[in-house]
């Protein structure tokens, strides 16, 4: 089993950047793809980001396509969301994900562990 911190989220104008990590516990954080999604009020839970156990393969959903690179330190157990050029419409709370399952996956149903989330708020 693994636990999931976020942190920085935060208010930021647009045109911004920011840097969301996330913090699993455990040992074995290098056997689990790990996945951020995110979720404005009224809308569904929505795919941002996901990496490989090695970094080596990485998707993005199409909203943050070209403005988002996720990344992750094995040996801190870290995963990081840095996203850039930030719109309004980038407002939500931000979830970071793990499975074990091995494969990349854009849906919520991919993953088996979730953190609590951490809100991003772009103002114009």
């Known amino acids: 089993q693994v636990q999931l911190v976020e942190s920085g989220g935060g208010l930021v104008q647009a045109g911004g950047s920011l840097r969301l990590s996330c913090v699993a516990s455990?040992?074995?954080?290098?056997?689990?793809?790990m996945g951020w999604f995110r979720q404005a009020p009224g809308k569904e839970r929505e795919f941002v980001a996901s990496i490989s156990w090695s970094g080596g393969s990485r998707d993005y959903g199409d909203s943050v396509k070209g403005r988002s690179t996720i990344s992750r330190d094995n040996a801190k157990n870290t995963v990081y969301l840095q996203m850039n050029s930030l719109k309004v419409e980038d407002t939500a709370v931000y979830y970071c994900a793990a499975t074990t399952r091995g494969y990349i996956g854009v849906r919520v149903t991919t993953y088996d562990y979730w953190g609590q989330g951490t809100q991003v708020t772009v103002s114009s």
């Open positions: 455990g040992r074995t954080f290098s056997s689990y793809y």
